[in-house]
């Protein structure tokens, strides 16, 4: 079986409600209305009809729910609205969706306790998704510390999305970010920082059995390895010291701790080795970021697929991506 871990859904509900705020997201909306795969389930199973043998995990697309409704109780309601409507579909077909992660408010840290705890206990969610950025702070602020500490008791996952919009300028003198550089560059180097926040605020230390699923093959993360070594390698050599405050190992190694999906948008060998290399094959996630591609999912799937079965790899890896790690991670039967 093949699990895809990181698919999008914006149902029908959840949909109508977004866009009544679709002028504070004229981007975002726009990208959304060309992926009707996100809200029409009939065209979603014929994306997946010609693979027998795959199934999905459903994820809420961006953008967050805090940043679409900033008030804390209507962003409840509208996260709850999107729980219910992804446990629904779950029930009705699970021949096709074997799971789905809570979409969490966090404008408020108790009512995202109080939604993170019901879509689990009570929906039979598997993990909960947040994003790169957390109403402009970074994942690592000392409020999400009681967000993580329940997602380690429930040994579930946390799976963590980039978000940077084409608002943020990429130089200090412009206004927006151009060419589409915010997200074919920004998405991977928010992920990679957000990585390394984690990593020196110590939550590995905190909870060393935490596990957070990062999009995009954990960002920039494989491909500038040596470079972070050398650099904090140079960092500890001024300060005279074994390791960073706060930290008992090398940030590369809190790194690797991370896991990673195959969501690379193509059939690129190349860069699944560098992250399969890097995260080991216990830690890499088949996953297709459906159904962002010019086929409203189609080729997302089928070029991820194309790109795993064309590296030279064993069996046995070859099935712990497709299936057996996700199994693992969301402890499904």
């Known amino acids: 079986m093949k699990i895809d871990i990181f698919t999008h859904v914006m149902l029908p509900r959840y949909k109508e409600e977004f866009y009544k705020y679709s002028h504070k997201f004229a981007t975002e909306r726009a990208v ?15 994306k997946l009809e010609p693979y027998d043998d795959m199934v999905q995990v459903l994820t809420a697309t961006m953008p967050p729910v805090e940043e679409i409704v900033t008030d804390p109780k209507a962003a409840e309601e509208l996260a709850r609205l999107g729980n219910d409507e992804m446990a629904e579909l779950v029930a009705k077909y699970p021949q096709r969706y074997i799971a789905a992660v809570a979409n969490v408010p966090l404008n408020n840290i108790d009512i995202a306790m109080k939604e993170s705890q ?21 994942p690592s602020t000392g409020e999400m510390l009681p967000l993580f500490e329940f997602m380690v008791e ?21 206004n927006v970010s151009y060419n589409q550089l915010f997200s074919i560059i920004g998405w991977p180097y928010d992920t990679t920082a957000a990585m390394l926040r984690l990593v020196f605020a ?7 059995t935490i596990k957070i699923i990062t999009h995009h093959l954990g960002g920039m993360v494989p491909y500038f390895s040596d470079r972070i070594v050398v650099h904090y390698n140079n960092g500890l050599q001024r300060l005279g010291a074994d390791h960073f405050p706060g930290l008992t190992k090398h940030p590369i190694e809190y790194l690797r701790m991370f ?10 060998n190349h ?17 297709t970021d459906m159904p962002y591609d010019v086929e409203n999912g189609g080729g ?23 299936e057996g790690n996700a199994r693992r991670l969301l402890h499904l039967s």
């Open 202 to 208: 110590g939550i590995f230390e905190k909870f060393p």
């Open 32 to 46: 959304q209305d060309k992926r009707p795969v996100l809200w029409d389930n009939e065209m979603r199973l014929s």
């Open 118 to 138: 019901r879509a689990i206990k009570e929906l039979g969610f598997k993990g909960i998704q947040i994003h790169t950025r957390v109403n402009g702070k970074p």
């Open 259 to 268: 896991y990673a999906d195959t969501a690379l948008d193509g059939n690129s």
């Open 271 to 287: 860069a699944l080795e560098c992250g399969l290399a890097f995260f080991g094959v216990d830690h890499v996630l088949f996953g």
């Open 300 to 322: 997302s799937i089928r070029e991820t697929v194309r790109a795993i079965d064309g590296m030279k790899l064993s069996d046995s890896t070859r099935a712990k991506i497709y």
């Open 154 to 174: 429930n040994d579930l996952p946390i799976w963590l999305h980039p978000m940077r919009s084409s608002s943020q300028p990429d130089w200090a003198s412009e």
